[in-house]
Nanobody, 127 residues
């Protein structure tokens, strides 16, 4: 199965910014939601944000509101997660995955909604 490919992670100081990119070969998400997730060591994977490919509605987890922005390109091939004012607690491996457009809310429980994951991209924020 073709996996999602996440990129753009790295090591930054607190207060810095990173832009993550998500795409999947031969896949467009006009009829899907794209979710960004993260998993810190010893913690459950959690939903960070999602965007609907149909109407560009978005959702953000409370701790990232006002700092992270999720977007999609016009062709619905690539999703981006712009992360500003990064904090050490944002340190995690970040993943992306999709659901059908009418099941965006299901992404809030990743283990139920997503069957396969890509390699993810490591984000490390130093204090």
């Amino acid at each position: 199965e073709v996996e999602y490919v996440e990129s753009g992670g790295g090591l930054v100081q607190a207060g810095g910014s990173l832009r993550l990119t998500c795409r999947k070969a031969r896949f467009t998400f006009h009829d899907h939601c794209i979710g960004w997730f993260r998993q810190a060591p010893g913690k459950e994977r959690e939903l960070v944000a999602y965007i609907s490919g149909r109407n560009l509605d978005t959702y953000y987890e409370d701790s990232v509101k006002g700092r992270f922005t999720i977007t999609a390109d016009d062709r619905r091939v690539t999703s981006y997660l712009q992360m500003n004012n990064l904090k050490p607690e944002d340190t995690a491996v970040y993943y992306c995955a999709a659901s059908w457009w009418d099941r965006c809310a299901s992404l809030i429980v990743p283990s139920d909604a997503v069957a396969s994951w890509g390699q993810g991209t490591q984000v490390t924020v130093s204090s």
